[in-house]
């Protein structure tokens, strides 16, 4: 079984940029493919980004050069750096495995952009 804790959500102005994180524990971690989601206010939630277990990441088209994926098997920990956020970006992000297991959900992080 696979846990998953993100942290490194909070307040920050536009253009700003913050580093989530994503803690798994469990031995297979090293062998999943991971995503980010988030989650916006009255929305349904959607994927941001994909990291294979090789380290090939893929974005959702509307984001592509603000955001970055990567991970770090040996910490089990998967991240998400993004620069240049705007208001628009505001939700709970979530990571789970790509695709999602309905088991691996976690209680996300909330990022408000807002000046």
């Known amino acids: 079984q696979v846990q998953l804790v993100e942290s490194g959500g909070g307040l920050v102005q536009p253009g700003g940029s913050l580093r989530l994180s994503c803690a798994a524990s469990?031995?297979?971690?090293?062998?999943?493919?991971m995503g980010w989601y988030r989650q916006a206010p009255g929305k349904q939630r959607e994927l941001v980004a994909t990291?294979?277990?090789?380290?090939?990441?893929r974005y959702s088209d509307s984001l592509k050069g603000r955001f970055t994926i990567s991970r770090d098997n040996a910490k089990n920990t998967v991240y998400l750096q993004m620069n240049s956020l705007k208001p628009e970006d505001t939700a709970v992000y979530y990571c789970n495995r790509y695709p999602p297991y309905q088991n691996y959900w976690g209680q996300g992080t909330p990022v408000t952009v807002s000046s």
């Open positions: 469990g031995s297979i971690f090293s062998i999943l493919a």
């Open positions: 990291i294979t277990t090789g380290g090939s990441a």
